[in-house]
């Protein structure tokens, strides 16, 4: 729940999204010791990729979509793990002025998976779509096929074409 609300910053979060949690939180959920769970558990290696990753952010779009990737060669690398590349996705938005961003991140068996993300009315499911993918209107995947630069070209034009 904490996670799929973006720990309740979300517009989808509603009365009943802290109801549950607050039921929770009544039956001995702990908010601390989850957050520190999934998030302040990590290992150097996450912590080199994700510089690495963030080292190559990309704004396009006059500054409205920020970009970035990772290629396979990262993971074998740094020892790193694809799970590493969780939420990496949401530090593009944390740009001003940018309205989606999206991560395309390269899989063992080269198809590469790309997450979708947007703060604004850029429907990402939409693009997301085009792919084969899914989710909703502010959080989207998909998984192309590679080779990995065309997969990022596609990614890439079709988040150009929902931008306008």
């Known amino acids: 729940m904490a996670t799929d609300t973006g720990w309740f910053r979300f517009s989808a979060t509603s ?3 802290f109801r549950v ?3 929770l939180v009544r039956c001995g959920a702990e908010p ?3 957050f520190r769970e999934l998030y302040e ?3 150097l290696a996450r912590v080199r ?3 690495r990753v963030l080292s190559r952010v990309t704004l ?3 500054g409205k979509l920020a970009y970035t990737t990772v290629q396979w060669s990262d993971f074998e690398e740094l020892g790193a793990l694809t799970s590493d590349t969780e939420d990496l996705v949401n530090e593009g938005l944390m740009i ?3 309205k989606a961003a999206f991560i395309a991140i390269e899989q063992a068996n080269r198809q590469v998976k790309v997450s979708f993300r947007s703060r604004t009315d850029v429907n990402v499911a939409a693009v997301a779509e085009q792919f084969g993918g899914g989710g909703h209107k502010q959080a989207a995947g998909a998984t192309l096929p590679g ?3 065309s997969a990022l070209q596609k990614a890439l034009d079709a988040m150009r074409a929902a931008l306008g």
């Open 32 to 34: 601390d010791v989850i």
């Open 147 to 149: 080779p990995f630069a």
């Open 49 to 51: 990729l994700a510089g």
């Open 15 to 17: 009365s009943e999204t």
């Open 96 to 98: 001003a002025g940018t």
């Open 21 to 23: 949690a607050g039921e």
């Open 41 to 43: 558990q990590g290992t």
């Open 60 to 62: 396009d779009c006059d």
